[in-house]
T-cell receptor, first 110, second 113 residues
Framework: KNEVEQSPQNLTAQEGEFITINCSYS?????LHWLQQHPGGGIVSLFM???GKKKHGRLIATINIQEKHSSLHITASHPRDSAVYIC????????????FGRGTSLIVHP | NAGVTQTPKFRVLKTGQSMTLLCAQD?????MYWYRQDPGMGLRLIHY???????AKGEVPDGYNVSRLKKQNFLLGLESAAPSQTSVYFC????????????FGQGTRLTVV
């Protein structure tokens, strides 16, 4: 069974810290998504990656296709970054049903 | 440009009642999905559609039915609600089946008592 593993499961940080969330997957993919969900809130797409690196404000997402690994970095973290971050992959081979990681719960303290 | 709109946002049902959740998207997306989200379980796929008039079962389809009569709308029905269907329901849409950015609705919090 194709799998997506996220780490860590829970993360606590102080405001201003640099944060890294990891996502590993088992076989080839055509796309990887990073999603954000605030407590009690909706789900928002942060990035979609198929190679390389993308940056949006303080958020950076990278992917290493050979190592089957992606990272989401948050620079200068802020309490408003407190949320669950979810990795989702679209497997190569034509499947249009993504597999989701279990999510990383991030709390940033002021 | 509204994106993906779900209605209603909240609902309380009694066991055995029926209801329909509506998902509407204005981005002309082919692919639409219904998920449920439960504590500790992550997002689980209920049903999905790859175009107008088509539907298919996902991971947890039992107790639900869907219809996609118009491209922009994807309806999720509960014919006889059960407490196990208490959950938060999310609709998502994308072009090229998640090979492009996916958009989610705001969610529907359903409680079955």
């Amino acid at each position: 069974k194709n799998e997506v593993e996220q780490s860590p499961q829970n993360l606590t940080a102080q405001e201003g810290e640099f944060i890294t969330i990891n996502c590993s997957y088992s076989v080839g993919i055509s796309a990887l998504h990073w999603l954000q969900q605030h407590p009690g809130g909706g789900i928002v797409s942060l990035f979609m990656l198929s190679s390389g690196k993308k940056k949006h404000g303080r958020l950076i997402a990278t992917i290493n296709i050979q190592e089957k690994h992606s990272s989401l970095h948050i620079t200068a973290s802020h309490p408003r970054d407190s949320a669950v971050y979810i990795c989702a992959v679209r497997w190569s081979g034509g499947s249009y049903i993504p597999t989701f990681g279990r999510g990383t719960s991030l709390i940033v303290h002021p | 440009n509204a994106g993906v709109t779900q209605t209603p946002k909240f609902r309380v049902l009694k066991t055995g009642q029926s209801m329909t959740l509506l998902c509407a998207q204005d981005m002309n997306h082919e692919y639409m999905y219904w998920y449920r989200q439960d504590p500790g379980m992550g997002l689980r796929l209920i049903h999905y559609s790859v175009g107008e008039g088509t539907t298919a079962k996902g991971e947890v389809p039992d107790g639900y039915n869907v219809s996609r009569l118009k491209k922009q709308n994807f309806l999720l029905g509960l014919e006889s609600a059960a407490p196990s269907q208490t959950s938060v329901y999310f609709c998502a849409s994308s072009n090229q089946g998640w090979n492009t950015e996916a958009f989610f609705g705001q969610g529907t919090r359903l409680t079955v008592v």
